[in-house]
């Protein structure tokens, strides 16, 4: 029996690292991994922590009797790098160097190529790839103008999940992804709306740091003076603003917490005030979509809402609800971050996907 060309998908979060084996599209093995403060804490940035995911990966996978050399591919979750185009890309040393530095912002996801590129160097005839990061850009130059020179838009958002559930429904369509205009809403802790104009995400709000709607625990768009005035008060430091915008924003300003199904509970059991925010929630998405209707000059062939929010069937319901008129409306629940990075890594070794060269 030949040597089986298995894929590694490895997705580092904030508290956890998810892992997953699979052969073609077909999952072998998942694991979310956690991760206490306590373990995190003895490390003073987050590239740092590389060793010791890597070694937890490495030894859960053995844990679980596969043959390392089996690895063909090891695909990591793409952080921030610069602005790139969606698709597979090959993890090289101008990537690691930018990641390694921080040199576009620090986050968990970082990590993601640097231990695949560990990872994979270490077994023969095996590759390192990233795919669809949260950097990708494919906006028009009309989405970059934010009426300042000095303060460009940026496209910061779920591009593996976006992508991913459009072309499961384009699959499902029996069409071409790139043959669609769809507006795709991802709903979690952050959440993002774009609008996919034949197979290019041409506008989308920055959903790391202050655009778009609200979501649990980041402010969404903000009244600008306002902004200026803390930032003057003196009465808050540099960080502890920016945590107000993503990490303490939204829910947890309002509500002290960042958990949507708790905010949902609370509504259904009588509380007005999660009642109302929750609604006031879905009105800010769905004035998103709007907008993102018009960059589309209303001519979509569906809205696709996903993300761990669209769980939610009140929410999705009154969301529906608004945005039904504009085009038919279709939940995906969740978000298959490791089956999507799998899809990308089985579409490179098949040959359907070339992989970019990162400068």
């Not at 920055?206 to 402010?219: H, K, N, Y």
């Amino acid at each position: 029996m030949g040597k089986r060309n298995l894929i590694l998908a490895i997705n580092p979060g904030s508290t956890s690292t998810k892992i997953a084996i699979y052969e073609d599209n077909t999952p072998l093995f998942t694991k979310n991994i956690k991760h206490s403060a306590n373990e995190l804490n003895q490390f003073a940035k987050i590239t740092d922590q590389y060793g010791f995911r890597k070694n937890l990966i490495l030894e859960e996978v053995g844990n679980a009797g596969f043959d390392i050399n089996e690895i063909r591919i090891v695909i990591g979750r793409g952080g921030l790098l610069k602005p790139i185009k969606s698709g597979v890309w090959m993890v090289n040393a101008a990537m690691l160097d930018d990641l390694q530095a921080s040199r576009y912002g620090q986050h968990a996801s970082n990590l993601g190529a640097i231990i695949a590129h560990n990872i994979a160097s270490s077994i023969e005839g095996a590759e390192a790839i990233i795919a669809d990061p949260v950097v990708v850009d494919e906006l028009s130059d009309m989405a970059r103008i934010s009426g300042h020179p000095l303060m460009p838009r940026k496209s910061i958002f779920h591009a593996l999940n976006q992508k991913a559930i459009a072309r499961r429904y384009a699959a499902e369509c029996g069409k071409k992804y790139e043959d669609l205009n769809l507006i795709v809403v991802h709903l979690g802790g952050g959440i993002s709306i774009g609008a996919h104009e034949k197979g290019l995400v041409t506008d989308v709000n920055q959903a790391l740091d202050g655009d778009g709607p609200f979501s649990p625990e980041r402010t969404g768009s903000l009244p600008v003076n306002e902004v200026i005035n803390i930032c003057f008060s003196g009465k808050y430091s540099e960080n502890e603003i920016r945590k107000m915008v993503c990490g303490a924003g939204g829910y947890v300003a309002y509500l002290g917490t960042n958990d949507a199904l708790v905010v949902e509970t609370k509504a259904q059991e009588g509380d007005k005030e999660s009642a109302f925010l929750q609604s006031a929630m879905v009105y800010q998405v769905a004035k998103s979509v709007g907008a993102a209707a018009t960059v589309l000059k209303g001519d979509i062939d569906a809205i696709l809402v996903t993300g761990g929010i669209a769980y939610s069937k009140p929410f999705t319901a009154e969301l529906t609800e608004r945005i039904a008129f504009l085009a038919p409306v279709k939940i995906y629940p969740g978000e298959d971050e490791m089956g999507a990075l799998a899809q990308n890594a089985a579409m490179y070794l098949k040959g359907e996907a070339k992989a970019k060269e990162y400068k």
